[in-house]
């Protein structure tokens, strides 16, 4: 989609939010995709067709990254959540179905946090990590155990090799090695947002425990998760998701690579609308 003005939204702290808001004369329940830390709405293109065929589908691009504003101030899960809230508000959506890819899982934690089930009737998390810092089993991050050694070595080459460091997490999303196209509009697309700004946004993701949030979960909650060379034991992560939340639970394991949407949207569109217009009925 080429953005228009019609595409941005205004928070309330001064921040603009671009989005994109598909099949609205659809009348299936709203589904809305968070994506993960460096992407954009762009990575739900193979999505969009089947997902908003009958329901309405919006995708949002979180502060900092993709089209939004790369604003210096409130870079956080919980007002990256509210920023959502926002726009759900203003455009009278309900009986969404809310789910966050990667550290759009924290984020969605973060929006059932503050604002419980406002607009929802389903919430869920795919390959995601709730808490990367947490020393649990079910934690497949990097950095896990408290590992800031590892934040800031991260950090400092980040910073200081930015499209290095973009095209190598561009290459370890994929389950198979991506072809030069793929590669590179990824490359291109994570490089859109400054390195400061990525890492103070990567530095209260990977500190803020979201795990906690489970406990209160009450409408049903889809976790699913891949086992991957990314995040080895994302699967299992998501399924452990399920067994804390205290509603009902829909857990999926995907297999390939962190970005299983795209890399096999057919599966993916599948399960995540068996979801939405069965299960969360």
Same mark, same amino acid.
């Given at each position: 989609?080429?953005?228009?003005?019609?595409?941005?939204?205004k928070?309330?702290?001064g !921040?603009?939010i671009?989005?994109?808001?598909?099949?609205?004369e659809?009348?299936?329940?709203?589904?809305?995709?968070?994506?993960g830390?460096?992407c954009?709405t762009?990575?739900f293109?193979?999505n969009i067709e089947a997902?908003? !065929?009958?329901?309405?589908?919006?995708?949002?691009?979180l502060?900092?990254?993709?089209?939004?504003?790369?604003?210096?101030?409130?870079l956080?899960?919980?007002?990256?959540?509210?920023?959502?809230?926002?726009l759900l508000?203003?455009?009278n959506?309900?009986?969404?179905v809310?789910?966050?890819w990667?550290?759009g899982?924290?984020?969605?934690?973060a929006?059932?946090d503050q604002?419980?089930s406002?607009?929802?009737?389903?919430?869920?998390t795919l390959?995601?990590?709730i808490?990367?810092?947490?020393?649990?089993?079910?934690?497949?991050?990097?950095v896990r155990d408290?590992?800031?050694?590892?934040?800031?070595?991260?950090?400092?080459?980040?910073?200081y090799h930015h499209?290095?460091y973009?095209?190598?997490f561009?290459k370890a999303?994929?389950?198979?090695?991506?072809s030069?196209?793929?590669?590179?509009w990824v490359?291109?697309?994570?490089?859109?947002?400054p390195a400061?700004i990525?890492f103070?946004?990567?530095?209260d993701f990977?500190?803020?425990d979201y795990s906690?949030?489970?406990?209160?979960?009450?409408i049903?909650f889809?976790?699913?998760?891949v086992?991957?060379?990314l995040?080895?034991?994302?699967?299992?992560?998501a399924?452990y998701?399920t067994t804390r939340?205290?509603g009902?639970?829909y857990?999926?394991?995907?297999?390939?690579?962190?970005?299983t949407?795209?890399?096999d949207?057919?599966?993916?569109?599948e399960?995540?609308?068996?979801?939405?217009n069965?299960f969360?009925?």
């Amino acid at each position: 989609m080429k953005p228009t003005k019609e595409n941005f939204f205004k928070v309330s702290d001064g !921040a603009f939010i671009y989005y994109e808001d598909y099949g609205k004369e659809n009348k299936g329940d709203p589904i809305v995709l968070v994506h993960g830390y460096l992407c954009s709405t762009k990575f739900f293109q193979k999505n969009i067709e089947a997902l908003s !065929a009958n329901n309405r589908l919006i995708l949002v691009d979180l502060r900092g990254h993709g089209y939004s504003s790369k604003a210096p101030w409130n870079l956080t899960m919980a007002r990256c959540a509210q920023d959502i809230k926002e726009l759900l508000d203003a455009l009278n959506i309900e009986n969404a179905v809310l789910i966050g890819w990667s550290m759009g899982g924290s984020v969605v934690m973060a929006y059932y946090d503050q604002f419980g089930s406002a607009h929802l009737k389903g919430i869920g998390t795919l390959d995601s990590c709730i808490y990367p810092f947490s020393d649990a089993d079910w934690n497949p991050h990097a950095v896990r155990d408290y590992n800031m050694e590892k934040v800031c070595n991260t950090i400092e080459y980040g910073t200081y090799h930015h499209e290095e460091y973009c095209r190598g997490f561009a290459k370890a999303v994929f389950g198979t090695a991506p072809s030069k196209e793929d590669e590179d509009w990824v490359t291109a697309e994570m490089m859109k947002i400054p390195a400061w700004i990525a890492f103070a946004l990567y530095c209260d993701f990977v500190v803020s425990d979201y795990s906690v949030v489970l406990d209160k979960i009450t409408i049903p909650f889809f976790g699913a998760g891949v086992n991957s060379n990314l995040i080895p034991i994302g699967a299992d992560a998501a399924k452990y998701y399920t067994t804390r939340v205290a509603g009902p639970s829909y857990f999926h394991e995907f297999y390939g690579g962190h970005m299983t949407f795209y890399e096999d949207p057919e599966s993916f569109n599948e399960v995540l609308l068996d979801f939405v217009n069965n299960f969360a009925k």
